[in-house]
Structures are given as structure tokens and as C-alpha cells.
């Protein structure tokens, strides 16, 4: 095993997939209020970009909700 093996568990490691994750649904979140502010009439195409956006921070909501449960379950009763 070779120094640099830490580090390299430490860069694919949950914890750190939770910190991706989380930023990139802060990301969108950003990105989404953005698109609201500035238009204040929405094109059928921006609907549909803002419509795929928030699909988007779901699909991300719904993964860092995975890997929580991953990473501390429920006690059992």
C-alpha cells in the first residue's frame, strides 16, 4: 500500500459523495430561484428547462437521502 491510499479512499469516500451532492443540489436551488427572478413570463421552453431543473434537485434530493440512510440507519425499535 502505497501513501497516497488514504487519500485516494478519503476522494470516493460517502461522506464526500454526501458533500457533492449537497452542493450540487445547492447549485440548482441557486440556479432555479435565478430563473424565476429574471423572467416574468416564462416561455414554453424555459418552463420546460425549469420543469427538467427541478426534476433535477429531486433526483439529487432523493440520492442524498439514500446514502443518509447509508450512512446512519434507523435504530431498530
Keep these: 500500500m ?3 491510499a488514504p487519500l485516494d ?3 470516493h469516500s460517502p461522506q464526500r459523495r454526501m458533500i457533492e451532492l449537497r452542493m450540487a ?3 440548482l436551488d441557486a440556479l ?3 430563473t424565476l ?5 416564462l ?7 425549469l ?8 433526483a439529487l ?9 447509508q450512512l446512519d440507519p434507523p435504530e431498530p425499535a
Excluded: F, G, W, Y
Excluded at 427572478?37 to 413570463?41: G, I, L, N, W
Excluded at 420543469?51 to 429531486?58: F, N, P, Q, S
Design 9 to 11: 479512499l478519503n476522494l
Design 61 to 69: 434530493r432523493d440520492q442524498i437521502a439514500q446514502l443518509e440512510a
Design 51 to 58: 420543469r427538467r431543473l427541478k426534476k433535477r434537485r429531486l
Design 32 to 34: 432555479i430561484d435565478r
Design 25 to 27: 443540489h445547492a447549485d
Design 43 to 49: 416561455s414554453p421552453l424555459d418552463e420546460l428547462t
Design 37 to 41: 427572478a429574471d423572467v416574468t413570463s
Design 2 to 4: 502505497t501513501d497516497d
